[in-house]
């Protein structure tokens, strides 16, 4: 089944070019968790001068906006279990990526060496393998983020449209049908529909979902990789600036970035399934960031 749904794969390698571990960091709005205000994918990364920022957990998007689920971070447990029925992603100190079925305690979670935590919604692939779609139960199309991890150890994220006449959006079947076709041997579906963001170098590569495109949505944490921009990197970010039609100009300009040691992201337009090949197949220039 194709998905006919616009996609990008970043493609974060394990370790940089001095051997160095390119860690996956855990940061919260504003950096206080549950600080009453949200915040956009691209404000955060602004802050931090981080290479790569991606929307993480659920949160109670119609109420207290609050944050759901364990949250762990940098060791240190900051919410318990909210007796709901998604997986939590525990992150090690090795970049390991693991879920952790509902009834986990965060103490649990933590004495695994799982120092820190997301609470998106359920695994899609484990040891090299669909999980059971009991496990999900969902077979509906939307915008998406989900987080994946190669044998090697690099992670991958995959970013996918919807809600749009253009792009429906993907169903767990064809995030795994795709991820599976990249050698994925974990994956795990984070928070989506109009929560999703990924920013790399100070591009927003999807399109907002809210106010016909307009708005980026605030959300209440990221999973990011923090490394220094230098001023060549960072002088894109002003006509990202200008909103909406940043993020067109910002398409063109992907092309132009030429770092391509670290973090890589490539576009896929309208997937098809017809092949692994054709899964694979880019149809845009290659985002390549550090």
Request: hydrophobic share 35%; net charge neutral.
């Amino acid at each position: 089944v194709e998905s006919a749904t616009d996609y990008y794969i970043t493609h974060v390698p394990k370790f940089d070019k001095k051997g160095n571990i390119i860690r996956l960091k855990h940061g919260y709005q504003n950096d206080l968790m549950n600080s009453g205000n949200g915040e956009t994918a691209r404000s955060f990364a602004a802050r931090h001068t981080a290479s790569l920022v991606a929307n993480a957990s659920r949160w109670d998007i119609n109420g207290s906006g609050l944050i759901r689920g364990i949250q762990i971070q940098d060791g240190v447990i900051l919410q318990g279990a909210d007796g709901g029925t998604a997986y939590t992603l525990g992150i090690n100190a090795e970049n390991v990526l693991k879920a952790f079925p509902p009834s986990t305690t965060a103490q649990a979670i933590l004495d695994e060496g799982f120092v820190n935590t997301v609470s998106g919604f359920y695994p899609m692939i484990q040891g090299g393998v669909a999980v059971d779609p009991a496990i999900y139960n969902n077979t509906a199309k939307e915008p998406r983020q989900a987080i994946a991890q190669l044998s090697n150890g690099d992670i991958l994220f995959l970013t996918c449209a919807g809600r749009t006449s253009e792009n429906a959006g993907m169903s767990y079947l064809d995030m795994i049908r795709i991820l599976l076709a990249r050698g994925a041997t974990f994956a795990y579906n984070l928070d989506g529909g109009g929560s999703t963001s990924m920013n790399v170098r100070g591009i927003t590569l999807n399109d907002a979902v809210d106010d016909k495109g307009y708005t980026e949505r605030p959300v209440t944490d990221f999973l990011y990789i923090d490394s220094p921009a230098t001023f060549k990197q960072r002088i894109k970010s002003i006509p990202v600036d200008l909103g909406h039609m940043g993020k067109r100009i910002s398409d063109l300009a992907a092309g132009y970035i030429a770092n391509k040691d670290l973090i890589n992201t490539t576009k896929t337009t309208a997937d098809s399934a017809k092949s692994t090949a054709d899964a694979n197949k880019i149809k845009a220039d290659s985002l390549d960031a550090r």
